[in-house]
């Protein structure tokens, strides 16, 4: 079982960057055996994939739409996921969510049902 809390987003001006995190309480098993991703979902629109980040960190795969912007990456002794997000834009206005799978594999794109466990998911706004 896997809870996950996102941190970190808020009112940004076009140009800028946040961080967001999620912290994930996890029993059972380790955080570390658990792909995460981070997801979106923007007003009017549905949830759509951003990042996604292996079980040892080594691997990330994301949106064509944040390639280069964004980045992924998880510290497993502190049980937490992270998405650096640089050069916003009104576009990126979205509730992002943190989402874990349980078993397989990271891929270039995931699906909402791919992952098992997600967030309660944390408001960006992007102003122009």
């Known amino acids: 079982q896997v809870q996950l809390v996102e941190s970190g987003g808020g009112l940004v001006q076009a140009g800028g960057s946040l961080r967001l995190s999620c912290a994930a309480s996890?029993?059972?098993?380790?955080?570390?055996?658990?792909?995460m991703g981070w997801f979106r979902q923007a007003p009017g629109k549905e949830r759509e994939f951003v990042a996604t980040i292996t079980r040892n960190g080594g691997t990330t795969y994301y949106a064509d739409s944040v390639k280069g912007r964004f980045t992924i990456f998880r510290d497993n002794a502190k049980n937490t996921v992270y998405l650096q997000m640089n050069s916003l834009n009104p576009e990126d206005t979205a509730v992002y969510y943190c989402a874990a799978r349980a078993s397989g594999q990271a891929m270039s794109v995931m699906r909402s049902y791919d992952m098992d466990y997600w967030g309660k998911g944390t408001l960006v706004t992007v102003s122009s």
């Open positions: 996890v029993s059972g098993r380790t955080f570390s055996s658990y792909v």
